[in-house]
DNA sequence: TTAGGAGCTAGAGTCAGCTCTAGGTCAAGC
DNA sequence: GCTTGACCTAGAGCTGACTCTAGCTCCTAA
């Protein structure tokens, strides 16, 4: 293989990326990363466009909570070449999902938090004591429900 | 202290609560649960009304990713009672922006990962084949950005 | 020419959040 | 009486995703 000598050195990368030093390194030896990264004189990494482009992809996955071993198996896709879109397309859409649920999840919860907040807010605007021992919403709720 | 009789047993709240037996335990273990929980004769759990709707305050902190020892410190404050609800309500509004944090890089990512698949559909509908090697559009526009 | 800094590899360690195991109790049903 | 099943405690083990260490090389600047 041969060396490679314009392109950015790991810890230029570590800058860029947000990601560390170290798991630059990890993501390498456990396959996230779609090509070979070059190497300079003395082997040390020399990182393409190409491969600032992979790992924005690869950051934005992590970010977004795809686990490192389904990230490994669109980098190989991506790996492989031009044949397999459908496949590719197939991952993206699964995660596209859960990342939709996720979000859903997130926005519930959101409600719950933003209503106990309302709760206490209330309570201390008025001065008076939360008569309920855990100050929840859901807890007063349920006591208003009653008959 | 007084042996319970009536209320739920572990496998019960597991149960409802979708957490398993052995997270309960680990949970009152690790002080997150706000109130002790009773016992029945044989030192078996009972869980009342108050410890339902502590779990399910517990549940949706956990999973907008609240830590456990977070969580602990307002278990904490929980149990110790009236006076500092300032203090929960601080706690409680530094997760509301976390979580608002998270919905937003969320949603930041969603945009990125639908535009993919946007390109590979487009792709696909076309029968073209990716000129791109991570077919991601970041990368096309990084490529029509150049003079 | 030597000191410092950035990089290299292989492999061990860490952390959060459970999860499981071993070895026991206890109540109900056959 | 015996088995079964749900529960108990203390403590070890697991998983995912890094993060760090030891011991080395290489380049540059004083």
Redesign the pocket.
């Known amino acids: 293989m041969a060396e490679v000598t314009s392109g950015l050195?790991?810890?230029?990368v570590?800058d860029r990326t947000g990601?560390?030093?170290?798991?630059?390194?990890?993501?390498?030896?456990e396959g996230i990363l779609a090509f070979p990264?070059g190497?300079a004189?003395?082997?040390?990494?020399v990182y393409s466009e190409q491969d600032m482009e992979w790992l924005t992809v690869c950051t934005t996955l992590?970010a977004s909570?795809?686990?490192?071993?389904v990230i490994r198996q669109y980098a190989d896709l991506v790996r492989q070449g031009a044949g397999n879109e459908e496949e590719r397309l197939a991952l993206l859409r699964q995660h596209q999902q859960q990342v939709i649920g996720q979000i859903r999840a997130l926005t519930d919860c959101l409600d719950v938090i933003s209503s106990k907040v309302g709760v206490y807010e209330d309570h201390l605007a008025q001065g008076t004591e939360c008569l309920d021992a855990t100050a929840s919403s859901a807890g007063s709720e349920a006591m208003s429900n009653r008959p």
Chains 1, 2 share one sequence.
């Open positions: 050195s790991i810890g230029q570590a990601l560390s030093v170290h798991a630059l390194r990890f993501y390498e030896r990264i190497r004189l003395g082997g040390r990494r992590r909570g795809m686990p490192l071993p």
